[in-house]
């Protein structure tokens, strides 16, 4: 089975600061994993995903995530937020079974940045 | 781009009454889903299909069901409206890429 945590709810950072969104899988196969960022009032929208190419993932808006599969983690970084960055935040690992694909989420981490 | 299309942004129903919400995809995707957010718990998967007529139950799909008749539009149906389903709901559709894409988001309020 695959399972998504995501380390801490809220996450506040001071405008130019380095953003560090931490989350951690299980998953018994090769994993797809996903960052999506909802903006309030908005559904979600796809920030990057890794899908067993390279482990540095590059996404829009200046966000990356590093795949550790010694760790089984895929946290999500920004050198510098910015105010605009303040959303919350989805990590996502795909799950297979017998009838299709479907994503499982975390909880969500929510992104103050403050000026 | 896909685009993911939920006819209401806003319901306000009252308890026992039935729900419906519509969800329609222009891509042609197989696979569709309803999830149910709520603070603090993330998105939780009700219900997806991954074809016409067909359907798998989620985490979560007690008190719902879920209508697939053409490719295009899932239907999430609450046949009897609680106070508990209040939430929101999201409808997605998934590329060959494994990438899903979200409609707006449908917020409802059971009274």
């Known amino acids: 089975a695959q399972s998504v945590t995501q380390l801490g709810s809220h996450v506040s950072v001071s405008e130019g600061a380095l953003v560090l969104l931490r989350c951690n899988y299980s998953s018994s196969v090769p994993p797809y994993l996903f960052w999506y960022v909802q903006y309030p009032n908005q559904g979600l929208q796809l920030l990057l995903k890794?899908?067993?190419?390279?482990?540095l993932v590059k996404g829009i808006n200046g966000f990356e995530a590093e795949f550790k599969k010694s760790e089984t983690s895929f946290h999500l970084t920004k050198p510098s937020a910015h105010m605009s960055d303040a959303a919350e935040y989805f990590c996502?690992?795909?799950?297979?079974?017998?009838?299709?694909?479907?994503?499982?989420f975390g909880k969500g981490t929510t992104l103050s940045v403050s000026s | 781009d896909v685009k993911v299309t939920q006819s209401s942004r806003y319901l306000v129903k009252r308890t026992g009454e039935k729900v419906f919400l519509e969800c329609v995809q222009d891509m042609d995707h197989e696979n569709m889903f309803w999830y149910r957010q709520d603070p603090g718990l993330g998105l939780r998967l009700i219900y997806f299909s991954y074809d016409v007529k067909m359907k798998e139950k989620g985490d979560i799909p007690e008190g719902y069901s879920v209508s697939r008749e053409k490719k295009e539009r899932f239907s999430l149906i609450l046949e009897s409206a609680s106070t508990n389903q209040t939430s929101m709901y999201l409808c997605?559709?998934?590329?060959?890429?494994?990438?899903?894409?979200f409609g707006a988001g449908s917020r409802l309020t059971v009274l």
């Open positions: 890794y899908t067993s190419a390279a482990t």
């Open positions: 996502a690992v795909r799950a297979l079974n017998q009838a299709g694909t479907a994503l499982i």
């Open positions: 997605a559709s998934l590329s060959g890429a494994n990438v899903l894409t």
